[in-house]
């Protein structure tokens, strides 16, 4: 197999033979060759129904043409400025109008350093020191969000990887998903709140969705306490639909970050929200942020393409709802139980019910997962490796990709 060969090779060249740390597949991973539509085609040759999709952004399918042709028609006029360029405009304008809570964007060139710079501003905003985040939840790799989850309700943190410090995760705290009086209590007994970060709903324990008025008591609690909400929509912003989770469950976050889709499969992050807010971003105000990539004409291209077919093919969001509905209701009986979806979104997990925090998420079947897996991909479906990542389809699974879907789960279960 070549790519038992690349990757024992790999493994002398970067730590673990990968770029980022879920790749590593045991006991090798398979390497991609090329990807169309919903297919990846891998070094040994073998074509796989892709539900992994980059980890969320390939909402158009690989290598659709609209975007390919933007990308090409930008290459011609070069790919990095270092100047304003007037794509900046374009996308900023999309953003903005897609989104009722947001009045200004500031572009930068991942989820991490999106909501790194977002809970930076949230503190330079307020001039208070601690965040709130959702037991579970994952905001990219950087030391303020790196933190151990399951350590308690309540209590601060406790570094989650060698290297952060503890000083650094002290400040931020934990509560559960889907747990109001946590919340509410939290921020009865600490008055140095600055904001509460989550992403509304759980993209990274596989798919956990808000209980009934969750986000709106959320919006509420927070605003009685003056600490801003930030919605981490990486994943969900144009994932759940236009204008992403905020819109559809209709909640005015007060700083919003973007990434993965807005960028049409290239490089990109957005942190945006309320004028006064956003102010406060160098160069009109004293939080800095900087970015040589920052903008990046080609990465605005991409993002543009997609957002504007998305935008103007609103149908296929209710078009993939209806794919993985029938998903759902296609499999055996007991697994129907702890089938979770939403719009294009969805995770089978190996326990009785859907979780609806991170310790029920935690009480999965991982073992049977293992298994599952490599049953599934011997099938021909590429699922993410992990019982705790989210699966997706994109506006080009087919029906006939469903069908082959849905056999594999009943034959793999
Ligand atoms: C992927 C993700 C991030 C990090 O984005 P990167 O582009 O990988 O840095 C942040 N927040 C959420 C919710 C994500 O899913």
Not at 103 to 119: C, K, L, N, P, Q
Not at 234 to 258: E, M
Not at 367 to 392: D, H
Request: aromatic share 8%.
């Amino acid at each position: 197999m070549k790519s038992e060969v690349f990757f024992n090779e790999a493994k002398g060249l970067m730590p673990g033979g990968v770029s980022s740390p879920v790749r590593a597949i045991r006991p090798y991973p398979f390497y991609t060759r090329s990807a169309r539509g919903s297919r990846l085609v891998t070094e040994d040759d073998a074509e796989l129904i892709d539900c992994c999709l980059g980890y969320g952004p390939m909402i158009m399918g690989h290598a659709h043409q609209a975007v390919r042709e933007a990308i090409e028609g930008q290459l011609a006029s070069g790919w990095l400025y270092g100047t304003p360029s007037e794509r900046e405009l374009k996308l900023a304008r999309r953003i903005i109008a897609d989104h009722p809570s947001v009045d200004m964007v500031r572009f930068v060139s991942s989820g991490s350093e999106a909501t790194m710079a977002a809970i930076r501003l949230a503190r330079g905003y307020t001039g208070k020191k601690d965040i709130i985040k959702i037991e579970g939840g994952f905001h990219g790799a950087h030391d303020g969000v790196l933190i151990k989850a399951g350590s308690g309700a309540t209590t601060m943190g406790v570094p989650d990887s060698a290297g952060v410090i503890e000083d650094v995760v002290a400040h931020t705290a934990q509560v559960p998903y889907n747990d109001t009086e946590a919340l509410s209590a939290l921020l009865e007994k600490n008055d140095d709140i600055a904001a509460f970060i989550l992403e509304p709903v759980l993209g990274n324990i596989g798919t956990i969705l808000p209980e009934k008025d969750y986000l709106k008591e959320v919006r509420a609690i927070t605003e009685e306490h003056d600490v801003l909400l930030i919605f981490d929509e990486v994943i969900t912003g144009y994932r759940l639909g236009i204008g992403g989770a905020q819109v559809k469950y209709d909640i005015r976050p007060d700083l919003t970050t973007l990434g993965k889709i807005i960028g049409g499969g290239l490089p990109i992050g957005c942190f945006a929200g309320r004028r006064e807010i956003m102010e406060m971003v160098a160069p009109a105000g004293p939080v800095y942020q900087a970015g040589t990539f920052s903008g990046n004409p080609l990465s605005l291209a991409a993002g543009a393409a997609t957002l504007d077919y998305l935008t103007g093919h609103r149908e296929v969001y209710d078009a993939m709802d209806d794919k993985t509905r029938a998903l759902g209701e296609s499999l055996p009986a007991p697994y129907r139980d702890s089938f979770v979806r939403l719009g294009s979104m969805f995770k089978l997990y190996f326990r009785d019910t859907p979780p609806t925090n991170y310790v029920e998420a935690k009480e999965s079947d991982t073992a049977r997962f293992g298994a599952f897996w490599k049953k599934m991909l011997a099938a021909g479906v590429f699922l993410p490796p992990s019982q705790y990542e989210t699966n997706f389809i994109s506006i080009a699974h087919s029906d006939s990709d469903m069908e082959t879907i849905a056999g594999a789960y009943t034959t793999c279960l």
